[in-house]
């Protein structure tokens, strides 16, 4: 699975000062992000009971530039996610949003989902 994957990338590899390597506690898949204000606890619950079951499946192994990381050149190797149920979670939430920058502060990703097993 995932953590054996993370396993094999060589230490050399991992920059441990921005990330290094996911234990199997710490990998997991952003959803839907600062959900901070009142009343979003009881939004996602009510969004969640009416959007079917998601299965959620790997779709690809990726690297790419950590862009947010501006004090050393960091890539992250994960995993991009394949699951209709989990975007169409996110876009319920987004749909329920009064403007783009709100929709974007809460789902910023434009995709299904990634895990990242390093940095």
């Not at 952003?30 to 009510?46: D, F, S, V």
């Not at 079917?52 to 790419?64: I, T, Y």
């Not at 989902?113 to 390093?118: E, K, N, P, Q, V």
Request: charged share 30%; glycine share 8%.
């Amino acid at each position: 699975g995932r953590l054996a994957l993370a396993r094999q990338i060589p230490d050399a590899w991992v920059d441990w000062r921005h990330g290094g390597k996911r234990k199997a506690e710490r990998m997991h898949s952003t959803m839907i992000l600062n959900m901070t204000g009142p009343g979003h606890l009881e939004r996602l619950q009510r969004l969640a009971r009416t959007t079917p079951p998601a299965r959620v499946d790997v779709r690809e192994l990726f690297c790419s530039r950590v862009d947010r990381i501006k004090d050393a050149e960091v890539y992250c190797i994960g995993v991009g996610l394949a699951s209709p149920g989990l975007r169409a979670l996110k876009d319920a939430w987004a749909a329920e949003e009064a403007n783009d920058e709100q929709r974007r502060k809460h789902v910023p990703y434009d995709s299904e989902g990634h895990i990242s097993l390093a940095y």
